[in-house]
């Protein structure tokens, strides 16, 4: 695959057109999307409902992620305090050895779930938040310093009050001309060409 | 985020509308929540030009050197804690919590409405929060900070606190996981981090807005850098949506867990007056209105001198306002209970403990608790008092001492114990007030330089707004001129 990108390299990132309202870019991603081409992206300054199955994507997959890691942060809550708290098992790790240490503390049974709770709870919530955290920009892979749209000077209206709809090179669909000619056919502001 | 298309203004259904039909709250003049004629580049411009173009103004400076010369007297105050010990301040036996557990809840009270209204009111979708919510993120980190220092520094050598996390060491015993103090260690360290990751999620849109109009080279550098290269694909932005929904999900049950775990410190004691179950969710009101009030207080002032009037409208106060009176009365019904169950309980340490607190030495704080969070509020009543900014920012800040005293009052209950020959006396030293004067001074530090470099309105979600909102007028006439033709 990638030695195939490398050497068919296109000679340009792609041609983004640009509009004018949250509405026309929705219209021109569903007419692009239904002319064939499946290497297209949209651009706007706040989350527009629906753009991605305009697009024709799938919605992300991130809540499974943080509740995966959710979990985990519980299961580490719960182990790390039966563990250290109500056993004395000891535990190899390289070359060291770590033993729990039960404690009784005023007679309480040693695995006292209730007293476990605030921590177990604690951990779940700390475990999401960091798989929903690191997981938006991961998978997005961000960060990205650099990134051939930033070449456009139109494109930074993009953060502001512009939206943008690109048809990428790597796009089986696509051709020059005619890509040009479809999306001046959507009624853009604008049309550009984005070199790499 | 989500789907907001059929909000209408639920806070203020009914009593938004003269004419009685339902109007969605915000296109009525009463109740928008941004001013005419904002359109998605106006709101950019307004907010982005506060820190990139505006001029650095002498009463920012002004500010920002109270501020920072406050924060000098922290760094002296902890210092001077260092070399000497706690011994500098007013703690004895049998009151040994004094200052630093007051103003460590009192400060984390104030973080929870950062995480309230960014969070919990995202949730239930009320539009009306996306002006306020950047600042009050912001606030919430900033305070929790302030709040950190007070536990750390009140364990006596603060250098070891790292004892109290879980690490397997060479003494080979590991923390106390059946206690309250311990459980503050995650809570206050998950809720910090969870903060942090929040405010910055909903920063990075802005300041890839902030990149892209930034002149100089240096801001367009430094920004970009924060930015991560955020450039709003619309498969980003869904990750980007998804994480915020399920980060604010997260948020809501943690903030009521941090402020439930900090009353437990206090509960959880087998000593008369803490030990009543009322104390979890009485604490988390208690949190909640001294944080409306603080972010009142705050932001009452800069709306004025960066004239946000058009961001930041009337009915936000009002809204603010409606909150605070609320969390206020069931802060007031915390204390009619704690009154009724101390005799209702008939244990002598119980009424004894009360007695004190009312008509005790202390006495006098605890009327003057009634008179601030209790008596005086009941004006917001009254519109008049929720949407002029003077009395309203007045209110605020008796609530934020108020909210002080209630701390006071609980923490002071350990002068009189179970018996008469351990009672004590506390009074509280220069050292104490030292520090807690230098905590105002890291917390306005931090937000007057939260105020000039970073965007405090989330601007995307402004457009966003706007974008509803024109979709909902475009919706509303269309609806109207249907009506009009079945009716003939």
């Known amino acids: ?196 | 985020m989500a789907d907001r298309s059929h909000i209408k203004g639920s806070l203020d259904a009914g009593s938004g509308s003269s004419s009685g039909k339902l109007t969605p709250s915000y296109l009525d003049p009463d109740y928008r929540v941004f001013g005419d004629g904002m359109t998605y580049k106006s709101v950019t411009d307004k907010v982005t030009d506060i820190v990139l173009k505006l001029k650095t103004s002498k009463g920012w400076w002004l500010g920002f050197g109270i501020s920072f010369m406050a924060l000098q007297v922290l760094v002296i105050s902890i210092i001077y804690l260092l070399i000497k010990g706690p011994g500098i301040w007013g703690v004895n036996n049998p009151s040994m919590w004094g200052f630093a557990i007051i103003n460590f809840v009192w400060w984390i009270g104030i973080g929870h409405a950062g995480t309230l209204i960014s969070a919990i009111l995202l949730l239930v979708q009320q539009d009306w929060r996306t002006s306020i919510n950047r600042f009050a993120e912001a606030m919430t980190v900033f305070a929790v900070m302030c709040a950190g220092l007070f536990p750390l520094l009140h364990v006596g050598r603060p250098w070891l606190a790292y004892w109290m996390l879980p690490y397997p060491s060479t003494m080979g015993i590991w923390p106390q996981f059946r206690s309250p103090l311990l459980w503050d260690v995650f809570a206050i360290s998950t809720y910090l981090t969870v903060s942090v990751l929040f405010w910055y999620l909903g920063l990075v849109p802005d300041l890839a807005t902030l990149r892209d109009r930034a002149v100089k080279k240096a801001k367009k550098v430094i920004y970009g850098f924060l930015a991560l290269g955020w450039r709003g694909s619309a498969k980003h932005w869904d990750r980007f949506t998804t994480a915020y929904l399920i980060l604010a999900g997260l948020s809501t049950p943690l903030v009521l867990s941090v402020h439930s775990i900090v009353s437990l410190d206090f509960a959880v004691s087998n000593l008369p007056g803490w030990h009543t179950t009322i104390f979890p969710p009485y604490f988390v009101a208690g949190a909640v209105y001294s944080g409306f009030a603080m972010v009142l207080t705050v932001m009452i002032p800069v709306r004025h001198v960066f004239g946000l009037h058009d961001i930041l409208t009337l009915r936000h106060l009002n809204n603010m306002s409606k909150v605070m009176l609320a969390m206020g009365l069931v802060v007031a019904y915390g204390y009619a209970m704690e009154a009724f169950f101390a005799f209702y309980s008939g244990g002598q340490y119980e009424i004894q403990a009360f007695q004190n607190r009312v008509f005790g030495p202390y006495g006098w704080s605890y009327w003057a608790l009634i008179l601030c969070n209790v008596a005086i509020p009941q004006l917001l009543w009254f519109r008049r008092f929720r949407v002029t900014l003077v009395p309203l920012w007045m209110i605020s800040n008796i609530i934020n001492i108020g909210m002080w005293l209630e701390r006071y009052v609980i923490v002071i209950t350990l002068t009189r114990d179970f018996m008469t020959s351990s009672w004590g006396y506390y009074v509280p030293t220069i050292w104490d007030w030292s520090l807690y004067l230098g905590t105002f001074g890291l917390f306005f530090t931090c937000t007057f330089l939260f105020i000039r470099f970073l965007p405090m309105i989330n601007v995307f979600e402004m457009r966003e707004l706007i974008h509803h909102v024109k979709h909902h007028e475009h919706h509303d006439k269309a609806g109207h001129g249907t009506e009009v033709e079945v009716s003939h």
């Open chain 1, 1 to 196: 695959m990638s030695h195939e990108q490398e050497t068919h390299r296109p000679e340009s990132y792609g041609m983004i057109a640009e509009f004018d309202s949250p509405e026309t870019l929705m219209a021109a991603a569903e007419k692009t999307r239904d002319a064939g081409y499946s290497r297209i992206d949209a651009y706007s300054s706040f989350p527009i409902e629906g753009m991605v199955e305009a697009l024709g994507q799938k919605r992300t997959g991130l809540p499974k992620l943080i509740l995966l890691f959710g979990f985990i942060g519980m299961c580490t809550g719960l182990f790390l305090q039966g563990w250290t708290a109500a056993s004395n098992l000891g535990i190899t790790i390289g070359p060291y050895m770590f033993y729990g240490y039960s404690m009784n503390i005023g007679g309480r049974p040693m695995l006292s779930f209730p007293n476990f709770i605030p921590v177990t709870f604690e951990l779940t919530i700390l475990f999401s938040a960091l798989a929903a955290f690191f997981g938006t920009f991961i998978l997005s892979k961000l960060p990205m310093p650099y990134h051939p749209l930033f070449n456009s000077e139109r494109f930074s209206l993009a953060s502001q009050d512009k939206f943008f709809l690109c048809i990428e090179a790597r796009d089986p669909q696509y051709e020059k001309g005619k890509t040009e000619e479809f999306l001046e056919g959507l009624n853009p502001d604008s049309i550009e060409e984005i070199g790499h």
